[in-house]
């Protein structure tokens, strides 16, 4: 049982967009920058999304991040068949003293 | 461009131990906290442990807390994680990770993976 709560998986056809919600609590998301990470398994986690709501200059800005109380959000417009991968919400958990990840999200681009 | 090159997995018996090494090159190793994060089989990004720039600080997973030790060394740019009673649930994919921004600037987030080092714990 992850800290933070993500859908499984979420589906949509190229071109559409996605929402990727994550759900924490006052002790993490609520008083702490969120950040989003792009894995595919057996390789490198991705950065996708720092501070909330920051892109590193090469993700595209199809990809957006927000926060708002003790949930944030992913949003990918335009999607592309190479978006295919499993998406973490992650930040600093005050009470545990550690780092949270969501569960993961599975994105599949019908 | 940052390069984490994670090494010593491999297959070890439950109640051994293991070490891991991460060497890190392509930025000034010393002023980053460094984290261990780790991937079991069909599972998701489990945070295994941290430690600050200057070793200041160090914090565990709840499920390694005891068992793994993190450290590193700056002269030799090098992050390790001693892996001590190890169980089969440690069987994953172990993951370093470089932090930004640098030294302890309070909130976080991982910047840079190396590709991982596979640990699996089987009699």
């Known amino acids: 049982q992850s800290v933070l709560t993500q859908p499984p998986s979420v589906s949509a056809a190229p071109g559409q967009k996605v929402t990727i919600s994550c759900s924490g609590g006052?002790?993490?998301?609520?008083?702490?920058?969120v950040s989003w990470y792009q894995h595919l398994p057996g390789t490198a986690p991705k950065l996708l999304i720092s501070d909330n709501t920051a892109r590193p200059s090469v993700i595209p800005d199809r990809f957006s991040g927000s926060k708002s109380g003790t949930s944030a959000t992913l949003d990918i417009t335009g999607l592309q068949t190479g978006d295919e991968a499993d998406y973490y919400c992650?930040?600093?958990?005050?009470?545990?003293?550690?780092?949270?990840f969501g569960g993961g999200t599975k994105l599949t681009v019908l | 461009e940052v390069q984490l090159v994670e090494s010593g997995g491999g297959l070890v018996e439950p109640g051994k131990s293991l070490t891991l090494s991460c060497a890190a090159s392509?930025?000034?190793?010393?002023?980053?906290?460094m984290h261990w994060v780790r991937q079991a089989p069909g599972k998701g990004l489990e945070w295994v442990a941290g430690i600050s720039w200057n070793s200041g600080r160090i914090d565990y997973g709840d499920s390694v807390k005891g068992r793994f030790t993190v450290s590193r060394d700056n002269a030799r740019n090098s992050l390790f994680l001693q892996m001590k009673s190890l169980k089969t649930e440690d069987t994953a994919l172990y993951y370093c990770?470089?932090?930004?921004?640098?030294?302890?600037?309070?909130?976080?987030?991982?910047?840079?993976w190396g590709q991982g080092t596979l640990v699996t714990v089987s009699s």
């Open positions: 990770a470089k932090v930004y921004p640098p030294w302890d600037s309070g909130s976080f987030h991982f910047n840079s």
């Open positions: 006052t002790s993490n998301i609520g008083n702490n920058f």
């Open positions: 392509e930025f000034t190793f010393e002023d980053y906290a």
């Open positions: 992650g930040t600093w958990d005050n009470s545990l003293s550690a780092w949270v």
